[in-house]
């Protein structure tokens, strides 16, 4: 049932992904750049988004357990640490350059272009640089968080 | 707006469907490491296949797929691309894990990733548009 559920949140979400704009370039970069006429969608996408699950996750953390798996997945993490910092800058680099982030960038999948080959394969580099360069994997946030395999895991937020 | 209001609102709703149900965080960089790493690979494969899946629905339905930059340099898009799969996984989060389910659950952590890339992005987007020329 997990199995299923995961197919239709990622439908819903993929949905809702190319349907905010986030899949446009000039939409996500129009609102970056804060000169000339500025693009005020992706305050609304993620107003619209923060306010749902603000909402929803309120009621959910009261919850002992999900309804389809056993326990919640979250870090325990709470430090703001050199690892969140650098990474959230370098993110922010890339993405104020290309006007991409992971999300849109795999929902543009269903629409690839040129663009996106450049940046996707390069994207997916990024993650095996991260991946199998020694270090990473044993960070503190990981290893705090939990001592299971799960460890080797980044869940986020 | 009325668009970027419903994809926002139904990214939410996806959010919360999969942490109400799957206790996970829907973050989409957590979910790319999860599939390409490590041996738990089911549900994030489906999960991938179901946002080109929704997203592909969208587009089939008329909706105006994005038109690429044709002077737009690759070798940018190739550096931005290691730059967000690097750092995502190095904050351990992007748009959606800190920005979209991170500050849901009043994450500071989360705060202060969305703070950054948010101010950072504005930033380079500046440098790159405004000092480089590179649009």
């Known amino acids: 049932m997990a199995n299923i559920i995961a197919l239709v949140t990622g439908l819903i979400f993929g949905f809702g992904l190319a349907i905010s704009g986030m899949t446009h370039t000039e939409i996500v970069l129009g609102f970056l750049d804060v000169t000339g006429q500025w693009n005020t969608s992706l305050l609304f996408v993620l107003g619209g988004a923060v306010s749902v699950t603000v909402t929803s996750f309120y009621f959910i953390r009261k919850l002992t357990k999900p309804i389809f798996v056993d326990k919640f997945v979250v870090t325990e993490a709470n430090e703001i640490d050199r690892p969140l910092v650098i990474g959230s800058a370098l993110f922010g680099i890339g993405w104020g350059i290309s006007g991409y982030c992971p999300g849109p960038a795999i929902a543009l999948l269903a629409v690839p272009n040129w663009e996106l080959l450049a940046f996707l394969p390069s994207m997916l580099f990024g993650y095996a640089l991260y991946w199998y ?25 | 707006m009325v668009n970027a209001l419903l994809g926002g609102v139904l990214i939410g709703v996806a959010a919360t469907l999969f942490f109400w149900l799957n206790g996970r965080i829907a973050g989409i960089s957590s979910v790319i490491v999860t599939v390409l790493f490590t041996k738990d690979r089911l549900w994030p494969v489906l999960f991938i296949i179901g946002i080109v899946a929704g997203s592909a629905i969208f587009y089939a339905l008329g909706g105006s797929a994005p038109i690429p930059r044709s002077s737009f340099p690759s070798w940018l898009l190739i550096l931005a691309g290691v730059l ?3 750092g995502t996984a190095l904050a351990r ?27 950072v992005g504005l930033l380079t987007t500046f440098i790159v548009r405004h000092i480089f020329g590179v649009i």
């Open chain 1, 133 to 157: 360069l020694p270090g990473h994997r044993t960070q503190k946030v990981g290893a705090a968080a939990t001592k299971s395999k799960e460890a080797a895991q980044p869940t986020c937020g």
């Open chain 2, 84 to 86: 967000v799969g690097y």
């Open chain 2, 93 to 119: 989060g992007c748009t959606s894990g800190h920005g979209v389910c991170g500050l849901g659950r009043l994450s500071l952590r989360s705060l202060v990733a969305t703070l950054t890339f948010l101010s």
